[in-house]
């Protein structure tokens, strides 16, 4: 079973920059679609971006199109989020998952069986 864990949350102002990084242990996460999700206090759950299992389609939330870029290094077992131009409706835990192999990135929750813990993203105003 392979473990993830998210690291490179922190606090940072509006319009500034954050990388998070979803490190997997265990096993090769390299044929594994991967997405990205977020939750802020006293909401629900949300999607934010997904990536192949190939790295060849991305999808993204249309709150974060444009800002937000998903990347995967399968030689590190590594997907980043890099995130820029923040804003503090941001702010929230965001947890990456890992989901079906050989598959294409995808926004449903229910698709990915593996969640790291979480890493907060807080954003100043």
């Known amino acids: 079973q392979v473990q993830l864990v998210e690291t490179g949350g922190g606090l940072v102002q509006a319009g500034g920059s954050l990388r998070l990084s979803c490190a997997a242990s265990?096993?090769?996460?390299?044929?594994?679609?991967v997405g990205w999700f977020r939750q802020a206090p006293g909401k629900e759950r949300e999607f934010v971006t997904a990536i192949s299992w190939n790295g060849s389609t991305t999808k993204y939330a249309g709150s974060v199109k444009g800002r937000f870029t998903i990347s995967r290094d399968n030689a590190k077992n590594t997907v980043y989020l890099q995130m820029n131009s923040l804003k503090p409706e941001d702010t929230a835990v965001y947890y990456c998952?890992?989901?079906?192999?050989?598959?294409?990135?995808?926004?449903?929750?229910?698709?990915?069986?593996?969640w790291g813990q979480g890493t907060q993203v807080t954003v100043s105003s």
């Open positions: 265990g096993r090769t996460f390299s044929r594994n679609a």
């Open positions: 998952a890992a989901g079906p192999t050989y598959y294409t990135a995808t926004s449903i929750a229910r698709d990915y069986d593996v």
